[in-house]
Nanobody
């Protein structure tokens, strides 16, 4: 019932920043939590950041201090602010929504490449 569309990815130099956006089509009231995951070639998809409906957040150890997840309910959008980017942050970043009934929805992904 939900559609997620990521945007904001691109090429950035090490130490740079990007803000990823996830636009949600559908009621965010049905969402228990949203998160950003990433997957690099040859690696499993891994959690980057997560935010619950109550606003609680958690982050992967690898990105703590460099990443902020936030939400704008009025715009039905979730953001991921990436700062101090490293080459190892290069991956496809996916938006995820956990909705009622423990159903997960995924966006198509947006590529983040950190390279000089």
């Amino acid at each position: 019932q939900l559609q997620l569309v990521e945007s904001g990815g691109g090429l950035v130099q090490p130490g740079g920043s990007l803000r990823l956006s996830c636009a949600v089509s559908g009621s965010m009231f049905s969402i228990d939590a949203m998160g950003w995951y990433r997957q690099a070639p040859g690696k499993q998809r891994a959690l980057v950041a997560r935010i619950t409906s109550g606003g609680s957040t958690n982050y992967a150890d690898s990105v703590k201090g460099r990443v902020t997840i936030s939400r704008n309910n009025a715009k039905n959008t979730v953001y991921l602010q990436l700062t101090s980017l490293k080459p190892e942050d290069t991956a496809v970043y996916y938006c995820n929504a956990q909705a009622m009934g423990l159903i997960n929805y995924w966006g198509q992904g947006t590529q983040v490449t950190v390279s000089s």
